[in-house]
């Protein structure tokens, strides 16, 4: 099954009105393959003017985070419908660093997951061990936990696309090997044939991410079920073009 490579841009909480524009404007005056799906990922206060200065039609724009409630009494949260409203079409939800620094549960970002699905948001659910599970041998009991969560009550994937992102490769620039990411997103895959059925899990993008680079990400070209990356550091980055033609 052939699978549209895709690439995502985490800006994480980067960025000014200026510096965001000139990333888009970047991208914008860029030649893009247009086999290949892009998502950027600007800060909220940032999510309008991402999508009023791309010109890309291959770019859609995402938000980092959504609630899980469509309105309502809940300061400094951020709907679904709101970013829609903006012009997004995506979030990421369960990216490391809200799973480890605002203490995000599994079921949280479930139901976060859940509901920005139904509300009609496209969704990048990230996953990934820490490096002491890692070190514990137990990184595929980990991603199951966190796919689970959302298995259980999504029965529909054909809006989401899977991030698998190890901690301990975000933000350091220690990457994963090729070898290392074919062979977690392999045990990834085979644990959805199992939970959402062959097809669904046939169809699912599963994305790397952790310190991709310009650099790097060509070296994981031949590998079957790494259908991209998601890129923080380097999206804020010129070398992100060469990210989106590394499959070229
Ligand atoms: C990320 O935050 O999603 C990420 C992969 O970061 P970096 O590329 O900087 O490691």
């Known amino acids: 099954m052939a699978r549209q490579f895709f690439v995502g841009g985490n800006f994480k909480m980067n960025g000014t009105k200026d510096s965001v524009t000139k990333i888009i404007d970047n991208l914008n005056s860029a030649e893009l393959p247009t086999s ?9 206060p940032y999510l309008a003017l991402a999508v009023a200065e791309n010109k890309q039609p291959t770019i859609a724009v995402s ?8 309105s309502g009494a809940y300061t400094g949260e ?3 419908a709101q970013v829609l409203d903006l012009g997004a079409k995506w979030t990421l939800t369960g990216h490391s660093e809200r799973r480890t620094i605002i203490k995000e549960s599994d079921e949280f970002i479930a139901d976060k997951t859940k509901f920005a699905l139904e509300s009609g948001l496209s969704v990048i659910l990230c996953i990934g061990e820490t490096l002491e599970e890692r070190k514990a041998g137990i990184t595929l009991d980990v991603c199951a936990r966190q796919l689970d969560a ?15 992102e190890p901690v301990w490769a975000i933000g350091t620039g220690l990457a994963a090997t090729p070898q290392d990411a074919q062979d977690t997103h392999k045990g990834i895959r085979d644990h959805l044939v199992k939970t959402i059925g062959a097809e669904q899990a046939a169809a699912v993008r599963i994305l790397y991410g952790g310190s991709v680079n310009g650099k790097n990400a060509p070296e994981f070209k031949d590998k079957a079920d790494v259908d991209g990356f998601l890129v923080g550091g380097a999206s804020l980055k010129p ?6 033609k590394s499959r070229l």
């Open 63 to 70: 938000s980092q985070n959504v609630f899980d409630k469509a």
């Open 150 to 164: 959302v298995s259980k009550i999504v029965s529909d994937w054909s809006n989401i696309v899977v991030a698998y």
């Open 36 to 44: 290949v799906e892009v998502v950027i990922a600007p800060p909220a």
């Open 239 to 244: 070398e992100f073009v060469d990210i989106i």
């Open 78 to 80: 951020i709907s679904p």
